[in-house]
């Protein structure tokens, strides 16, 4: 059996492939990013995962694709984990941009990803290119979802909320000064929580104080994360990939074309074109 992961910050999607009967099972735990969380924290989220752990002796193979997994000291310490839960298993670690670029396109283009965090590279159609380092969400992640989960909590907090949104906000979520604190600074991943907070962003984007939040956000994404390959932008297209480029493609396309940029695609979940491409190189293999 062929194990498959795409994890972000906030959720890790498992697609485990019976390469003799090509059936698939899909699993979804926590998010496992090893910049957020340690050895311990990780293990015990996969082995919350009852199919993972009734399975761990069968896999023979783990591609594990992930947020913070971009340095090698990242893919070691993950590849020990991995080997530790799935002991029969070849373990190959790659960073998350590496499963952006191969459940996007197999051509040369720039892709970029919106989702809890952010980030970009360009491909070349051999070897992928940074130009950026992500220095997390502390510091980066422009126009991701916790980007605009601490723009609506700053709002909120520094009293700009219109009424209406913040009667809904406060509604919506626990707003308890305490609570908060303790989310962003004492418990694991704070990228994850303030992420969470985007749906609401979604939800009320008709609103034109969301507009306006979502137009600084998105300009952002371009300014800081796409502009640095505006060279190899004038011959290839533009991919983005992740749930918050989804769910604002509208708004980044109208930028992408006010800023000349053609975009290929929105891939709100590249997992399941690495499942298509697993199970054709599988089917290839046993015929």
């Known amino acids: 059996m062929i194990l498959t992961a795409d994890s972000g910050s906030t959720k890790c999607d498992w697609i485990l492939l019976n390469v003799e009967t090509g059936i698939i099972t899909k699993i979804r735990t926590k998010g496992i990013n090893p910049k957020l969380l340690n050895k311990k924290q990780i293990i015990q989220i996969i082995k919350q995962s009852p199919e993972l752990i009734q399975l761990k002796e069968s896999i023979s193979k783990v591609n594990f694709y992930g947020a913070g ?38 051509k040369h283009a720039v892709i970029c990803i919106v989702g809890t965090g952010s980030n970009s590279c360009y491909y ?24 605009f989960g601490k723009e ?24 308890n000064e305490n609570i908060i604190l303790e989310n962003l600074y004492e418990k694991e991943n704070g990228s994850g929580y303030l992420a969470n907070y985007a749906v609401f962003l979604i939800e009320n984007r008709s609103h034109p104080f969301i507009q306006e939040m979502i137009k600084k956000g998105v300009c952002q994404i371009f300014d800081n994360l796409i502009n ?25 396309l109208q930028e992408a074309n006010k800023r000349g940029y053609k975009v290929g695609s929105f891939v709100k979940a590249p997992i399941d074109n690495l499942i298509s491409k697993l199970c054709s190189s599988s089917r290839t293999q046993m015929s």
């Not at 909590?153 to 906000?169: N, Q």
């Open 124 to 147: 070349d159609g051999d070897k992928i290119h940074r130009r950026i380092t992500s220095l997390g969400f502390l510091v980066m992640d422009d126009g991701s979802g916790n980007y």
């Open 228 to 252: 640095p390959y505006a060279l190899e932008l004038k011959k290839v297209p533009l991919h983005f990939v992740g749930t918050i480029a989804y769910f604002l493609q509208q708004d980044i």
């Open 69 to 106: 997994c971009g340095d090698q000291k990242a893919k070691d310490g993950i590849t020990d984990i991995l080997k530790e839960v799935f002991p029969n298993a070849f373990i190959n670690v790659y960073e998350d941009l590496a499963a952006a670029v191969f459940g996007t396109t197999d």
């Open 152 to 175: 609506l909590l700053r709002a909120f907090f520094y009293k700009k909320t219109p009424s209406i949104l913040k009667y809904k906000f406060s509604k919506s979520f626990n707003l």
